[in-house]
């Protein structure tokens, strides 16, 4: 569509531009979802500082708006850092 052509503003064009601007915007910023996955990831298990972690994973999913493999190999992680340690104290809690 050219800018001197008149645009539709129905609700199911604007639709189908946000879409057509959604899926031209796909394959240039996965990058960026992995970048903040690992940072994510590396923040968890060298740093420890769990509540930075998961501010940088869900601004990934915010920028992103597709999953990726590391962040689900983050989700594993987090229920790891969280679950294990609960168990532990569970477990040997006299």
């Known amino acids: 569509m050219s800018e001197s052509e008149p645009r539709d503003y129905s609700k199911s064009a604007i639709l189908d531009r946000l879409r057509q601007a959604r899926k ?10 992995w970048a903040l996955d690992t940072v994510a990831i ?11 972690s998961i501010l ?4 990934a999913r915010f920028a992103v708006r597709v999953p990726t493999l590391i962040g689900w190999g983050y989700l594993a992680a987090l229920l790891g850092f969280i679950v294990v340690p609960m168990l532990f104290l569970f ?4």
């Open 91 to 94: 477990f040997n809690t006299p």
């Open 24 to 33: 031209a915007r796909d394959g240039e910023i996965v990058w960026l979802g």
């Open 42 to 52: 590396f923040v968890l298990i060298a740093f420890g500082w769990t509540l930075v």
């Open 56 to 59: 940088v994973f869900v601004g």
